[in-house]
């Protein structure tokens, strides 16, 4: 059986990649990753917050050396509380490159197609095989239209499509009006892969202190669900490779991913929880059922539970929505 499969114009002998994650902050943990079978790595995000203040002086057009700046500015990270600033982001890229055999794929994390784009190319020539984008924006101010959004997020790809011959894979939220079309202008804009989805990350609130407490939950298989969806719904129907991230926390769920459409399942909470070894039972459990199943390869059912081949998606969709709703006590 050949569980074999492609992504950013790689051959990976499997499905199974390591998401963006803090194991990336280390090389040790990273080669760890790769003895346990990993098809590929992704490395932790580099913000464009650290860029700007790194390079310029500046986070988000303020100073911050400009007092002015102060209270605005101190709901950020100081650069002693990332692991890793830009210089040492890039050595790390070439030493992870150097050490492993497996695709290496850096990230970056940012919201503006401004001057830290740049940047992607030093991360190219550190030896990165791949870039993610991260596009994480929640839109806080009220009049900024969607359209004006959607425009920003695809002109980035272009421009760091424009400045790197490696791969790029985008990483976005699910929260569009019309997510399709947000996936059709990034598939426009040159992305080689969309990552579905950025999870949404909500700062709770200390009702002690009155005051917003940030904090990070590991994803269950509670969110999979919506990932599915959009998987199923853009399989076979845009160019870029689809990905999935978040909510995969058993072999079952990345099964449902293949056959939802999906070309690699990126592993995070699943690794964090169990450790690297996880990725074994991923591999296990897949070709268990695809021996189960007679299966030959991968593409034999990539995409089988989609809606490549519906005659009206939107109305399959709908069916699905009425078809759920009565499930309910039967």
């Known amino acids: 059986m050949n569980t074999d499969t492609s992504y950013l114009g790689f051959r990976l002998p499997h499905p199974f990649v390591a998401g963006a994650s803090p194991f990336g902050h280390r090389l040790d943990m990273l080669k760890r990753l790769e003895d346990a079978g990993a098809a590929a790595v992704v490395l932790h995000s580099l913000f464009e917050e650290q860029i700007t203040a790194a390079h310029d002086g500046h986070i988000r057009h303020m100073d911050t050396l400009d007092r002015s700046f102060a209270e605005t500015l101190a709901d950020f990270p100081g650069r002693e509380d990332y692991p890793l600033g830009p210089d040492a982001y890039a050595e790390h890229?070439?030493?992870?490159?150097?050490?492993?055999?497996?695709p290496v794929i850096g990230s970056l994390n940012g919201t503006s197609p401004e001057s830290w784009l740049k940047f992607a190319t030093i991360i190219e020539q550190a030896g990165a095989d791949a870039l993610e984008l991260n596009l994480y924006e929640v839109v806080a101010n009220l009049v900024t239209p969607a359209a004006a959004l959607e425009s920003k997020?695809?002109?980035?790809?272009?421009?760091?499509?424009r400045l790197v011959t490696i791969p790029v894979a985008v990483k976005v939220l699910p929260?569009?009006?019309?997510?399709?079309?947000?996936?059709?202008?990034?598939?426009?804009?040159?992305?080689?892969a969309l990552v579905l989805f950025n999870r949404f990350y909500q700062a709770d609130i200390d009702i002690k202190t009155m005051t917003v407490a940030p904090q990070v939950a590991l994803s269950t298989n509670s969110e999979l669900l919506l990932r599915l969806r959009w998987l199923a719904i853009l399989h076979g129907r845009v160019r870029p490779s689809l990905a999935i991230t978040g909510g995969v926390s058993s072999p079952e769920d990345g099964i449902k991913a293949i056959l939802a459409g999906a070309d690699v399942v990126q592993m995070v909470s699943a690794l964090l929880r169990h450790g690297p070894t996880f990725l074994e039972t991923m591999l296990g459990g897949l070709q268990r059922w695809m021996e189960w199943h007679k299966l030959d390869t991968l593409s034999d059912v990539r995409g089988k539970a989609s809606l490549h081949r519906a005659a009206d998606p939107a109305a399959a969709e709908r069916a699905h929505y009425i078809n759920t709703l009565h499930s309910w006590g039967h």
């Open 175 to 192: 929260y569009f009006t019309s997510f399709g079309d947000m996936a059709r202008q990034l598939d426009a804009a040159g992305a080689d």
């Open 153 to 161: 997020l695809a002109g980035i790809v272009s421009e760091v499509k």
């Open 93 to 102: 890229v070439s030493r992870v490159k150097q050490a492993l055999k497996i």
